[in-house]
């Protein structure tokens, strides 16, 4: 029989105990044993807890929460054997969201139980850690860090909304962009993403040709300057699918290297993490396990 663990983050589930009940009895219903309980804590996101799950043996993590505590997770069992399976319960779910993992606790249950496996790519920023979906630097950590917690709880990725009408005429940043160690690339951006995924909150395909497993990082670097820049970016990427749009340059590496002039704001899977001048990410290829969907 699989021996699974169940790393929570109870500050992402209303009811812990119902939580709780909803996951026993769908891995019983598969004939699974009785589960080892991690909860994460302020302090630690999940990391202490992945830790402890494969010290004990088991060959699957079932992650309830958010993107959050599945980078925490994914950070510790990166390179290893034990698969990971997503139970969507935060905010964006974005990696849940682009490997098709359903909602529903039973039937993410159901992908855990009988999916397939898939090995996907791991981004690593250097000072920072692991991140699964994207790290960012500039509008978007700045929208990531104004957004109250009781914000998102209540309204979900919609809560992003009013923070990221307040930072639509930030300054941009003059940065220097490093791919795979080639010459710099000198631009004036709103922000630069680094991602392993292409779609976004709300299913905004950004990077359509993104793929978790191809071995290499999506970059992104948005430069609108007025209102209307991002109107028209905005109408870009929703009708011409990302690349093509107005404002926006895509770039695919191994390494990515960014500079800025002044520290700026930066984020990990919408994880808030110490302004710097630099953000540099290299890719490490299908060191995930994860649990998907039979195609």
Not at 111 to 122: C, E, K, Y
Not at 226 to 248: I, T
Request: charge should be neutral; glycine fraction near 12%; include cysteine.
């Amino acid at each position: 029989m699989t021996r699974s663990a169940v790393v929570i983050n109870p500050s992402k589930v209303l009811d812990l105990d119902a939580r709780r009940r909803e996951l026993r009895d769908a891995l019983a219903a598969a004939g699974w044993p009785e589960p080892l309980w991690l909860e994460t804590t302020p302090e630690d996101p999940g990391s202490g807890m992945a830790e402890d799950a494969a010290a004990a043996g088991v060959e699957v993590v079932l992650v309830c929460g958010g993107d959050g505590t599945v980078r925490a997770v994914a950070g510790v069992l990166a390179g290893s054997d034990v698969a990971v399976a997503l139970i969507p319960s935060g905010t964006g779910n974005l990696l849940a969201g682009n490997l098709g993992i359903p909602h529903g606790v039973a039937e993410a249950v159901a992908v855990a139980v009988g999916g397939a496996r898939r090995r996907i790519d791991v981004g690593v920023v250097e000072g920072a850690g692991a991140f699964t979906v994207m790290a960012g630097m500039g509008f978007d950590a700045a929208m990531v860090g104004e957004t109250p917690d009781e914000a998102k709880r209540r309204f979900g990725w919609a809560a992003y909304v009013a923070s990221g009408l307040r930072n639509l005429t930030r300054r941009r940043m003059a940065v220097r962009i490093r791919l795979d160690g080639g010459r710099y690339l000198h631009r004036r951006a709103s922000s630069v993403l680094v991602a392993n995924v292409g779609r976004l909150q709300g299913g905004i395909r950004l990077l359509p040709d993104a793929e978790p497993d191809d071995g290499c990082l999506d970059v992104a670097v948005l430069s609108p300057s007025h209102l209307s820049d991002w109107v028209r970016l905005a109408g870009g990427v929703l009708v011409w699918r990302g690349g093509d749009a107005r404002g926006l340059e895509t770039f695919r590496a191994r390494a990515v290297e960014v500079r800025a002039a002044h520290d700026e704001p930066r984020e990990l899977d919408g994880d808030v993490i110490v302004p710097d001048r630099r953000l540099a990410a290299r890719v490490r290829p299908g060191a995930l396990i994860v649990c998907v969907p039979q195609v």
